[in-house]
Nanobody, 127 residues
Framework: QLQLVESGGGLVQPGGSLRLSCAASGLSLDYYAIGWIRQAPGKGREEVSC????????NYADSVKGRFTISRDNAKNTVYLQMNSLKPEDTAVYYC????????????????????WGQGTQVTVSS
C-alpha cells in the first residue's frame, strides 16, 4: 500500500514562494505518475501539475504555467512542487496523488484515475 504525505504549505504573501513536498512510503514511487491537485473553498478540484513516472512528461494547468515547477527525486521517494509568484487565487488545499500508468511517459487523463491520495496541505496566499 502506498502512503503519501504532503508538507510545505503555509501562509505566504502575494508574490512569494513555497515548495511543497510529497513523500511516499510503503512502495517505491518509481513506477507512478504523480499529480498535484488543489481544491479551493467552494470550488471543485483542479489538477495543477503532473509528472510521469519516467519524468519525461510534465503537465501544468494554464493558471500556473510559468510559475509552478514539478520535479521528482526517486532516490528520496519524493515529488516536489515549487510555487513562485504566488497569487491569492492559488489559495487552496493541495493534494498529491499517484497513478500506476500503462505507459511511463504519460499522466492520467483525469483526476479520477489517481489511485492514491495524500491528506493535503493548506496553502494560503494573503497580505
Amino acid at each position: 500500500q502506498l502512503q503519501l504525505v504532503e508538507s510545505g504549505g503555509g501562509l505566504v504573501q502575494p508574490g512569494g514562494s513555497l515548495r511543497l513536498s510529497c513523500a511516499a512510503s510503503g512502495l517505491s514511487l518509481d513506477y507512478y505518475a504523480i499529480g498535484w491537485i488543489r481544491q479551493a473553498p467552494g470550488k471543485g478540484r483542479e489538477e495543477v501539475s503532473c509528472i510521469s513516472s519516467r519524468g519525461s512528461t510534465l503537465n501544468y494547468a494554464d493558471s500556473v504555467k510559468g510559475r509552478f515547477t514539478i520535479s521528482r527525486d526517486n532516490a528520496k521517494n519524493t515529488v516536489y512542487l515549487q510555487m513562485n509568484s504566488l497569487k491569492p487565487e492559488d489559495t487552496a488545499v493541495y493534494y498529491c496523488a499517484a497513478d500506476w500508468p500503462l505507459d511511463g511517459s504519460i499522466c492520467p487523463g483525469n483526476i479520477d484515475e489517481y489511485d492514491y491520495w495524500g491528506q493535503g496541505t493548506q496553502v494560503t496566499v494573503s497580505s
